[in-house]
C-alpha cells in the first residue's frame, strides 16, 4: 500500500489504536484467563475454602475451623507418608544431582559422540511414567526378573524390591548378624527401588542441565586457575563447583518439588499400590486415597493438598530468592 | 575442555568413554529388555527368563528337535503378542483418545497463549502487570493440589469421562504465555509502527508478522505441550472411567493390571505405547530436548 498518509491522519490512527487498548487487550487475554481462572485459580481457592469445610456430596455443609488439620496432624497414617515423602526425596535427590553432575562433567570434556550419549541418556525422559513402571516392575520381578538372576550370578542374593517391606538399614544389619529396632529400620527396599527407578528417569534430564551451566563457565576462570598451579581437583573444587552453584541449586529445588509430588510410580509399581505393608505411601497418595477412595474425606484431601502447597511454595520461594540474588561464591 | 586437560590425561579418552557407555547400557537396556520380551511366547519366558534373543527371531526357529519344531515363521507369529494386545484391549480407541487430545491442546494453546502474550507483551492498559503476575503464580501451584476440587468442577459440569474434560483445562498454559510474551518483547517497535501505518490491524500484525517471527519459540511450545499431554497420568486417571475415554497411559495401567503376569503381552503394549513419541524423539531429538529442558517438565 503505497497511499500516502498525512501527519495528521497518522495522529488519528495512533491515538485510535491507544483508545481501543484497554478493552480490546482484555478480548485478548480472555480465553486464556477464562481457563486459568476456571480450572487453576478457582480450584486453588476451592482446596483453601475445602479445607475448612464438612463437604457433603460436592456441597459445603459446615464450618469445621481448623477441624481438618488437627485430624490430619492427630493422624499417624498422615505423619507416616509424610516421612515415606521425606525418604523418597532423600533417595532421589542428592543422587540425581551427584550422579548427573558426575556425567555432566564427563560429558563436557570435548568427547567425540557427545550427541549420541545426551540421545541415549535422555531416552527415559521422553517415555512415559507408566511404560518406565511397566518395564522396570518386570526387571526388579523377584523371581524371574532379570536384575536378581544378574545379581545372583554375582552372588549378591536376590532382594524383594517391590515387594519388600523391611526397611534398608534393617537389611544391611541383617547381612551383618545385626537387628535393629523397628523405628531404625529405615525406607523400605520398596521405596527405595522406586527412588531408583525415579532417579534412572529423570537423569538424562539432570544431565542436559548440568551440562548446559558446565558449557557456560568461561574458559579464562580455569586459564587464571592453571597459571595458579591449580590441579583438578582444585579447578573443580575452586572453579567448577562454585560458578556452577545456582545450576546444583536449580536442580536441588526442582527435583525436590517434584519428588514430593510423586504419585504414579507408587500407584503403578507396588501392589497393593502404596505396600507393602504402606511402606510405600507418600503424601500425594495420602491425598489421592482421601480424595477419592471411599470413604473420601474431600475436607481432608484438601487439608494435605494444602500442607503440600506449602512445603512447595516454601521451596519456590527460596529458589527465587536465591536465583534472584545470584550469590555464587 | 581444556581447563580439564590434567583430569583428561589422568583418565585418559578411553577410561571417560568406558563409563560413559556403561551409563548409557544402563538406560538402554531396559528398553531392549522391554523388546526382546515383547517377541517371546509366555512358555518360552517360563521355561527361559533370562534369554535375550526371542525363539521366534533365532536362526533354528522351527528346526526338529526344538521346542518350535514344525512351526514356521510368518510375520503373525512373530509379533503374535502385539495382535493378542491389540485385540485384547481397545488400544486403537486408546491411541486415538491420546493423539486427538494432544492436538485439541496444541492448537489450544498455541491460540490462547499467542492472544495472551500479545496482549501482554505490546499493549498497555490498566491492571497489566497485575494480571500477569496472577497467571504466573499459577505456575508455582502443582497438580495434586487442584486436583479434588477441579474433579467436583468437572463433575458439575457434567464432563466427567468426556474429551471436555482432557482438553478444555489443558488448553492455556501460563508457561507458554511467559515464553512468547518474552519473545514478543524482543520484536522491535518499528516493525509494528510500519505496519500500523500500512494499515494493518493488530490482530493481522500479530497473525501475518508476529506469529511468523516466533517460530522456533513455538516449536517448543508445540513440542513440551504433545509430551505433557500424551504422558499425562494423574489428571485422566482421575476424570476418566470408560475404557472408551481412557488415553494410552491409562489404557497401559489397566491393562498392565489385568494381565499381572503376561510379561510378553505387557511388553508388547509398553512397545507400542512409547514408540510414537520415541520415533518423534529421534527426528526432532535436539528441539525436544531443548523444549523439555526449557519447561521444566519432568515428568
Redesign the interface.
Known amino acids: 500500500m503505497s497511499t500516502p498518509i498525512t501527519a495528521r491522519e497518522l495522529s488519528r490512527r495512533v491515538r485510535r489504536r491507544k483508545r481501543l487498548s484497554a478493552a480490546g487487550a482484555l478480548l485478548y487475554i480472555l480465553p486464556a484467563a477464562v481457563i486459568i481462572i476456571a480450572f487453576r485459580l478457582v480450584p486453588i481457592l476451592a482446596a483453601f475454602t475445602f479445607s475448612f469445610f464438612e463437604i457433603k456430596m460436592g456441597a459445603l455443609v459446615g464450618f469445621v475451623g481448623v477441624g481438618h488439620y488437627i485430624k490430619l496432624a492427630q493422624d499417624p497414617t498422615f505423619w507416616k507418608s509424610l516421612g515415606t515423602t521425606l525418604w523418597f526425596v532423600v533417595g532421589t535427590v542428592p543422587p540425581a544431582i551427584f550422579v548427573s553432575l558426575f556425567f555432566a562433567l564427563l560429558l563436557n570434556q570435548r568427547i567425540k559422540a557427545l550427541g549420541l550419549y545426551r540421545t541415549v541418556y535422555f531416552m527415559p525422559v521422553v517415555t512415559s511414567m507408566v511404560a518406565v513402571a511397566v518395564i522396570w516392575k518386570w526387571i526388579l520381578e523377584p523371581e524371574i526378573g532379570i536384575l536378581n538372576f544378574l545379581l545372583e550370578k554375582l552372588h549378591l542374593g536376590e532382594p524383594g524390591w517391590l515387594g519388600e517391606s523391611r526397611g534398608i538399614f534393617q537389611l544391611a544389619a541383617a547381612k551383618l548378624g545385626l537387628s535393629l529396632p523397628r523405628w531404625a529400620g529405615g525406607p523400605s527396599l520398596a521405596l527405595v527401588s522406586l527412588a531408583i527407578v525415579n532417579t534412572w528417569k529423570g537423569l538424562g534430564y539432570n544431565i542436559v542441565i548440568f551440562l548446559a551451566g558446565l558449557q557456560n563457565i568461561p574458559q579464562q576462570q580455569y586459564e587464571a586457575a592453571k597459571i595458579d598451579g591449580a590441579g583438578p581437583w582444585q579447578l573443580f573444587r575452586f572453579v567448577t563447583w562454585p560458578i556452577l552453584s545456582p545450576t546444583t541449586f536449580y536442580v536441588f529445588i526442582m527435583s525436590t518439588i517434584v519428588s514430593f509430588q510423586t504419585f504414579s510410580l507408587v500407584y503403578l509399581m507396588t501392589s497393593p499400590p502404596g505396600g507393602p505393608e504402606d511402606s510405600t505411601k507418600v503424601l500425594v497418595y495420602y491425598l489421592f486415597d482421601k480424595g477419592f477412595t471411599p470413604p473420601a474425606s474431600l475436607g481432608r484431601a484438601s487439608a494435605v493438598a494444602l500442607v503440600l502447597f506449602a512445603i512447595i511454595l516454601t521451596l519456590t520461594l527460596v529458589q527465587r530468592r536465591l536465583a534472584e540474588r545470584r550469590v555464587h561464591y | 575442555?581444556?581447563?580439564?586437560a590434567?583430569?583428561?590425561r589422568?583418565l585418559g579418552?578411553g577410561g571417560?568413554?568406558v563409563?560413559?557407555i556403561v551409563?548409557?547400557l544402563?538406560?538402554?537396556m531396559?528398553?531392549l529388555?522391554?523388546v526382546s520380551?515383547s517377541f517371546r511366547s509366555t512358555l518360552e519366558?517360563?521355561k527361559d527368563?533370562?534369554r535375550f534373543s526371542p525363539e521366534v527371531l533365532s536362526p533354528g526357529f522351527g528346526a526338529p528337535d526344538t521346542p518350535s519344531a514344525g512351526e514356521s515363521r510368518s510375520v503373525g507369529r512373530v509379533f503374535a503378542n502385539y495382535v493378542e494386545a491389540w485385540q485384547s484391549a481397545p488400544f486403537g480407541r486408546y491411541f486415538f483418545n491420546t493423539v486427538f487430545v494432544a492436538l485439541s491442546c496444541v492448537v489450544g494453546v498455541v491460540?490462547?497463549?499467542a492472544?495472551?502474550a500479545?496482549?501482554?507483551a505490546r499493549?498497555?492498559?490498566?491492571g497489566?502487570d497485575v494480571?500477569f503476575m496472577?497467571?504466573l503464580s499459577?505456575m508455582?501451584?502443582?497438580?495434586?493440589?487442584?486436583?479434588?476440587?477441579?474433579?467436583?468442577?468437572i463433575?458439575?459440569l457434567h464432563w466427567l469421562d468426556t474429551y471436555y474434560a482432557l482438553i478444555?483445562?489443558w488448553?492455556?498454559k501460563?508457561f507458554s504465555?511467559f515464553l512468547l510474551r518474552q519473545h514478543f518483547k524482543t520484536i522491535p517497535q518499528d516493525l509494528f509502527d510500519a505496519a500500523?501505518?500500512?494499515?494493518a490491524s493488530?490482530f493481522s500484525i500479530l497473525w501475518r508478522i508476529v506469529m511468523p517471527l516466533s517460530k522456533a519459540i513455538l516449536v517448543t511450545i508445540v513440542l513440551f505441550t504433545i509430551?505433557g499431554s500424551?504422558?499425562s497420568?494423574?489428571w485422566p486417571?482421575?476424570m476418566t472411567h470408560s475404557p472408551e475415554m481412557r488415553p494410552i497411559?491409562i489404557g497401559?495401567?489397566a491393562f498392565?493390571q489385568e494381565e499381572g503376569t503376561e510379561?510378553g503381552l505387557?511388553?508388547a503394549a509398553?512397545c507400542l505405547?512409547?514408540l510414537p513419541?520415541?520415533v518423534m524423539?529421534?527426528f526432532a531429538?535436539k528441539q525436544?530436548?531443548a523444549s523439555?529442558?526449557s519447561s521444566?517438565l519432568?515428568?
Do not use: C
Open positions: 575442555m581444556a581447563g580439564n590434567k583430569l583428561r589422568r579418552r571417560i568413554h563409563l560413559l551409563a548409557g544402563s538406560m538402554i531396559p528398553f529388555w522391554m520380551t519366558i517360563t527368563p533370562y491460540i490462547t497463549s492472544l495472551a500479545y496482549a501482554f499493549f498497555r492498559f490498566k497489566r494480571i496472577l497467571f499459577m508455582m501451584v502443582p497438580e495434586p493440589v487442584y486436583l479434588v476440587p477441579s474433579f467436583i468442577i463433575a458439575r478444555i483445562p488448553i492455556a501460563v504465555i500500523t501505518i500500512d494499515g493488530r509430551i500424551w504422558n497420568f494423574l486417571l482421575v497411559q497401559l495401567a498392565s510379561y505387557m511388553m509398553t505405547s512409547v513419541l520415541l524423539y529421534f531429538q525436544i530436548i523439555l529442558a521444566g519432568k515428568e
